[in-house]
């Protein structure tokens, strides 16, 4: 990877590059998606990639092909870096990832999303995955492949991202409109409590966890992603996990109890055990 980065950045000077493997397909939009978020990305401060993936991507869980999200956690498979941020982590890739023993197995996506790299910086991704990971053996040994990347809902719709109104994703709106939108959806503390909720035609619904232990347990119950990395629940912004229930007629917030969360500066943390440090 540093190669390759270094001869499109400091090599041939590109401002921007996306990031893919040789076992991905495209959706038909693919390219459509990154040109419109191109200049959100150099624009923004706070965000320092787009992502074509959804962690939660699965058909059970997504609807919308126009919809695009902010998210704490790196996503990446198939993503756009600037040169911008390229001049930043060049400098640590020099001589190897810096050393955070105890936290990750060694991949360089893990390193990407370290607090330290990361810096609270945020993602753009979308809702429904622009690619498609064929490849169930890898440098991950297939990690994930059978019970998630095999059931991600590849696109299929040929949206025109120039011709949407995409300035909800700035810094001042979409944090917002975000918490808006949590304080009035539907509150429920049980995975149980979300077919009644389902059956009275609720459009929104937060879910409570109380501590990673207890996102984890829910998300077994929900069949999305359990798994956190560096304090971030993956596909979440401020802690948060969004997907869609019932062909995307329920959309539910996997969110934590206001009286687990501590934020900082540098992005969403929470303790595991949901206690405050």
């Known amino acids: 990877y540093e190669w390759a980065l270094r001869q499109l950045f400091d090599v041939r000077n590109f401002s921007r590059v996306i990031i893919l493997e040789d076992d991905m397909e495209l959706s038909p939009d ?13 624009a923004d401060p706070t965000l320092w990639c787009v992502s074509s993936w959804n962690d939660n991507g699965l058909e059970p ?9 902010r998210s704490d956690f ?47 910086r945020q993602c753009l991704r979308p809702e429904i995955c622009r690619t498609f990971n064929f490849g169930e053996v890898g440098s991950s040994k297939g990690q994930f492949f059978q019970q998630y990347l095999s059931k991600i809902k590849l696109n299929d719709v040929n949206v ?22 949590l304080a009035d959806a539907t509150e429920a503390n049980q995975v149980s409590e979300l077919e009644s909720l389902a059956e009275k035609e609720v459009k929104d619904v937060k879910l409570i966890y109380r501590s990673q232990k207890h996102f984890e347990q829910l998300a077994r119950q929900l069949r999305i992603m359990g798994e956190w990395k560096a304090g971030v629940p993956r596909g979440s912004y401020q802690g948060v996990v969004t997907f869609k ?19 900082h500066q540098e992005g969403w943390i929470i303790p595991p055990d949901g206690s405050r440090p």
Not at 30 to 42: G, R, V
């Open 245 to 263: 229930l019932n062909e995307g007629r329920m959309r539910v917030f996997l969110a934590p109890s206001p009286k687990t969360i501590n934020l």
């Open 61 to 69: 869980f997504v609807s919308d092909p126009k919809q695009v999200y």
């Open 30 to 42: 693919f390219f459509s998606f990154f040109e419109a978020t191109a200049p959100i990305l150099d």
């Open 160 to 181: 025109d991202f120039a011709a949407l109104d995409l300035s909800y994703l700035s810094p001042e709106v979409y944090p917002v409109e975000f918490q808006r939108q």
């Open 74 to 120: 790196f996503p990446g498979l198939g993503w756009m870096l600037t040169k911008r941020e390229w001049a930043e982590l060049g400098t640590m890739w020099t001589t190897g990832p810096p050393s955070i023993p105890g936290i990750f197995g060694g991949y360089w996506d893990d390193w990407m999303r370290s607090n330290e790299v990361r810096r609270g």
